[in-house]
């Protein structure tokens, strides 16, 4: 089973264009193969305890999904969103 992963814009130099085909049972299970792949990712993303950053949003198939619900089971073709806030003047 394989979920695409998607991340923000301003990641895609980092993250090599930014778009993870990932096998997985779990939102949780597809984020860990994508900072598997790029460990960078993980600073850019989350606190040192784990969690999201404030700034940071992650949407399964469209629905939040911080905290508790990383361990939402994915089904193969779902698509999984990581969004930064862009905020200033």
């Not at 394989?2 to 930014?18: I, Q």
């Not at 990932?22 to 193969?33: D, G, M």
């Not at 850019?44 to 939040?64: Q, W």
Request: aromatic share 4%.
């Amino acid at each position: 089973m394989a979920v695409t992963v998607l991340l923000p814009s301003v990641l895609r130099d980092v993250a090599a264009g930014g778009r993870f085909r990932v096998p997985a049972a779990t939102v949780r299970e597809a984020l860990e193969e994508v900072y598997r792949r790029v460990p960078a990712l993980r600073f850019h993303l989350c606190e040192p305890d784990g969690r999201f950053r404030v700034h940071v949003l992650c949407l399964h198939n469209g629905a939040d999904v911080r905290g508790a619900g990383l361990d939402r089971t994915v089904r193969d073709g779902d698509e999984i969103a990581v969004v930064q806030a862009v905020s200033g003047g």
